[in-house]
T-cell receptor, first 115, second 118 residues
Framework: DAGVTQSPTHLIKTRGQQVTLRCSPK?????VSWYQQALGQGPQFIFQ???????QRGNFPDRFSGHQFPNYSSELNVNALLLGDSALYLC??????????????FGPGTRLTVL | AQKVTQAQTEISVVEKEDVTLDCVYE???????LFWYKQPPSGELVFLIR??????QNEISGRYSWNFQKSTSSFNFTITASQVVDSAVYFC???????????????FGTGTLLAVQP
């Protein structure tokens, strides 16, 4: 049973560029959440997708956008990259509607470096 | 507002010592969930435990145990007889009750780096 997968593993970009990160959820999961983890900090919630729609959003600017596909996989897009966007980006998947908080399974992350 | 505080930035112990990682949380919700995750150097967050606000029973799983006290808003994690493989960053996290049926966002603390020396 494959867990959550993310690609690429590492990425180096320059300021002002755009980046797309990808996530495939664990089998049987339909909800994908994205987190940003700066060095030495805890992960910060960016947004969550279900049924191809953004359901919740954290305190991140509109430069951060996402998409969910019919097969539940998801993309995170960041436009006009800033140095401060350098971080580990984590994807987490879960199942909707179990009537309780289901655990979120995390992927290995994408390490983004902005120069 | 929700908040999780892990006051211990780094802890260093020698193998076989017991170690307790502290977690204090703030929330105005009466229904909430608490989690502990382990992050080894590889970066992937590994789920350890989930506890809801109505279940204050302590839990033990092998060498791991958790102490949940609503009176002090704490959810501490103890590793008994620590091993080198326990070396990692440990995060405590808080979540509100289910949001429209969806798993709600996790609010993480800043983590505690545990180094277990051989």
């Amino acid at each position: 049973d494959a867990g959550v997968t993310q690609s690429p593993t590492h990425l180096i970009k320059t300021r002002g560029q755009q980046v797309t990160l990808r996530c495939s959820p664990k089998s049987g999961h339909d909800t994908v959440s994205w987190y940003q983890q700066a060095l030495g900090q805890g992960p910060q919630f960016i947004f969550q997708y279900y049924e191809e729609e953004e359901r919740q959003r954290g305190n991140f600017p509109d430069r951060f956008s996402g998409h969910q596909f019919p097969n539940y996989s998801s993309e995170l897009n960041v436009n006009a990259l800033l140095l401060g966007d350098s971080a580990l980006y984590l994807c987490a998947s879960s199942r909707l509607g179990l009537g309780m908080i289901d655990e979120q399974f995390f992927g290995p992350g994408t390490r983004l470096t902005v120069l | 507002a929700q908040k999780v505080t892990q006051a211990q930035t780094e802890i260093s112990v020698v193998e076989k010592e017991d170690v307790t990682l502290d977690c204090v949380y703030e929330t105005r919700d009466t229904t909430y969930y608490l989690f502990w995750y382990k992050q080894p150097p590889s970066g992937e967050l590994v789920f350890l435990i989930r506890r809801n606000s109505f279940d204050e029973q302590n839990e033990i799983s092998g060498r791991y145990s958790w102490n949940f006290q609503k009176s002090t808003s704490s959810f501490n994690f103890t590793i008994t007889a620590s091993q080198v493989v326990d070396s990692a960053v440990y995060f405590c996290a808080l979540s509100e009750a289910s949001y429209g049926g969806a798993t709600n966002k996790l609010i993480f603390g800043t983590g505690t780096l545990l180094a277990v020396q051989p």
